[in-house]
């Protein structure tokens, strides 16, 4: 019996962000472990509910999210100025709070979030054994947005692990059941 070949850099699929609907659930019902980072990804998480509250019922799982801190003026103008829902996404960032802390009162889980201050240059998934990263445009045009599954012990998981660790040390931690007075903060 041969060993499977480790795909170069780990990449095992390239694929637009949209065609990897069905591979989420499937990676999401195959795992422990979750480690999300995103601005909002609403539609990712109304796509996955079902899915992501089936993990949490699993017992021994962990979810892990990173989402904007709200309370960084400078992060959301800059965020605000990139997307084309720009004026939407502190709404959209409140919005995910809200589910994570929703999460956190059903099922426990997580038992954080961690808030980033910087820009994000892509939005990661990762699971046990794999991981999905996703770019985003230097553009505010909207378009089809390239996503790779990669291993996570390949050199990209290796980078996306370090990446992790970094942002632990960087980021703010909060309790879910602390994210609503983030958000009355954050309020103009």
């Not at 480790?6 to 962000?17: D, H, L, N, Q, T």
């Not at 089936?54 to 992060?75: V, Y």
């Not at 960032?93 to 240059?121: M, N, Q």
Request: glycine content about 4%; hydrophobic content about 45%.
């Amino acid at each position: 019996m041969s060993a499977t070949a480790e795909p170069p850099f780990g990449i095992v699929r390239v694929a637009p962000f949209a065609g990897f609907v069905q591979r989420f659930d499937d990676l999401i019902a195959s795992s422990a472990t979750m480690a999300i980072y995103f601005i909002h990804s609403r539609r990712w998480r109304e796509n996955h509910d079902a899915a992501i509250k089936a993990f949490l019922g699993r017992a021994g799982t962990t979810l892990e999210a990173f989402l904007p801190d709200l309370e960084n003026h400078e992060l959301l103008f800059s965020l605000g100025r990139h997307f084309e829902d720009g004026p939407l996404i502190p709404a959209l960032v409140a919005d995910a709070y809200r589910y994570f802390a929703r999460l956190a009162r059903d099922f426990g889980k997580p038992a954080h979030v961690w808030l980033f201050s910087r820009y994000p240059t892509y939005s990661f998934y990762q699971f046990d054994e794999r991981a999905v990263i996703a770019l985003y445009s230097n553009t505010s045009a909207k378009k089809e947005l390239p996503a790779f599954e990669i291993t996570v012990g390949s050199i990209l998981g290796r980078f996306l692990a370090a990446d992790i660790e970094d942002l632990k040390k960087e980021c703010r931690k909060r309790a879910p059941s602390d994210l609503e007075a983030v958000i009355e903060h954050a309020a103009p």
